[in-house]
């Protein structure tokens, strides 16, 4: 693939991501539901996560610091929803 093309989807990817989390945070901000936090923090750790992807020689999502950044974004999401789900209110 043409590294130019890789870079920029990458790039839409981050945004993406990063537009998703500023969208969890106003929910959260009009509501206080902590499960709003947790997907905000999930999708802005994958920003985070996506964006160092552009800043690599070879970019490759295979490696295994990459799946441990998403499964943690993942915990956290299951976190958020085990405690609305379980939550004694």
């Known amino acids: 693939m043409n ?3 890789e870079g920029y989807l990458i790039g839409i990817s981050a945004a993406a991501s990063l ?3 500023a969208l969890f945070l106003k929910f959260w901000r009009r509501s206080r ?8 923090a999930a ?8 964006s160092t992807l552009l800043f690599v020689d070879r970019p490759n999502e295979a490696t295994r ?4 950044v998403r499964l943690i974004s993942f915990l956290i999401i ?3 929803i085990l405690r609305k789900n379980f939550d004694p209110r």
């Open 65 to 68: 610091l990459y799946y441990l």
């Open 19 to 21: 537009a998703v989390s």
């Open 43 to 50: 999708f802005f750790i994958e920003t985070v996560n996506r």
């Open 3 to 5: 590294p130019l093309a």
């Open 78 to 80: 299951l976190t958020g």
């Open 33 to 40: 539901d902590q499960l709003f936090l947790a997907f905000s």
